[in-house]
């Protein structure tokens, strides 16, 4: 796939690459694999984090963890769906939102803490939202791409000798998959910035900094939580994401999601219940290219019986926190 962009420029693209497999290497680590040096990098990041919207977060994990996880499809009067999708951007339970549909759909990622949580969006607050005309709710049952694997490493731009010297050293992976009460300070300060030094989350636990480290270590080998990068697609030469909701039938579905998830196409999928048995997010340089698409390899993948495209116009939220407007 061509990987160029006016904005910004093959280097660039190598280090968002490096952090999608290692969002905490220091400076120097990522300019020895790279090739460049540290103040390279340095400088680098600051400029992808200034004008492409890089940002390094920690996620919590909803499948390992064993949390409930929706996509929402919420259909809207035309002049209320922004002000619906800013509205959801404040909930720390919202993990991404989208407008589609020509203005007139809000399409949203939810993580509800609890089965209380969830109650309260789908069963409170969404059914009572003023000029809301209706509520599509699709429980994710299956991730077969997304989350701790992303999608940049389809593009190529790393070799396998330094996609493994990135990989932080695997930990012990025998643990479960659990977050205690004592995790939070730790959480939070990794929310808000993934590549936080140990002295700053020394600090904001009050714990030792081999303490940190030991316990970051097990929550990242156990699965409760991965180290993601947020960036605009369109900085490095894609700017159209497109939601598509593709429907099989139950025997195929397996095969699907493990074929889509090979596509140099998709960011994400998984087996969802609702309207739909499949949601998948494609990321491509342009409409041409999402039409190639799906009349392509979609269009003639064996199983899939229906697909619905909503291109987004605008993103509200990505990850944890809202994006500002431009």
């Not at 809000?106 to 209380?116: E, F, L, M």
């Not at 299956?142 to 070799?159: I, M």
């Amino acid at each position: 796939m061509e990987t160029e962009s006016d904005t910004f420029d093959r280097l660039d693209l190598r280090l968002l690459s490096a952090l999608e497999v290692n969002g905490r290497a220091s400076f120097s680590r990522l300019g020895s694999v790279l090739g460049v040096s540290d103040q390279t990098i340095a400088r680098r990041y600051r400029r992808l984090c200034a004008k492409g919207g890089l940002r390094v977060v920690a996620v919590r994990d909803s499948y390992p963890l064993g949390h409930d996880q929706w996509t929402l499809r919420l259909r809207c009067v035309p002049d209320s769906a922004a002000a619906i999708a800013d509205a959801l951007a404040q909930r720390p339970d919202t993990s991404w939102i989208g407008l589609a549909s020509g203005g007139t759909e809000v399409i949203c990622g939810t993580r509800p803490r609890s089965s209380g949580d969830r109650d309260d969006l789908l069963l409170g607050k969404l059914p009572r939202t003023p000029r809301l005309l209706e509520i599509r709710a699709h429980q994710l049952l299956h991730r077969f791409h997304g989350g701790p694997t992303g999608w940049l490493a389809k593009l190529g731009v790393l070799t396998d000798e330094e996609t493994r010297a990135l990989r932080p050293p695997a930990g012990p992976s025998d643990a479960p998959a659990r977050i205690a009460p004592e995790d939070e300070p730790l959480l939070a300060a990794l929310e808000h910035d993934g590549r936080a030094s140990y002295p700053e989350l020394q600090r904001v636990t009050g714990r030792s900094e081999s303490a940190v480290k030991r316990r970051l270590a097990a929550l990242l080998a156990s699965g409760a939580v991965y180290i993601d990068t947020e960036y605009d697609t369109a900085a490095i030469g894609y700017p159209v994401l497109a939601v598509l909701w593709i429907t099989t039938g139950p025997a195929d579905l397996h095969r699907v999601g493990e074929t889509l998830a090979g596509h140099p196409e998709i960011a994400h999928a998984a087996a969802t219940a609702g309207p739909s048995n499949l949601v998948a997010t494609a990321v491509v340089r342009g409409t041409a290219e999402l039409y190639a698409y799906l009349s392509g390899p979609l269009g003639h993948l064996e199983g899939v019986r229906h697909v619905e495209a909503s291109p987004f116009l605008r993103r509200v939220k990505q990850l944890i926190y809202p994006r500002p407007r431009s």
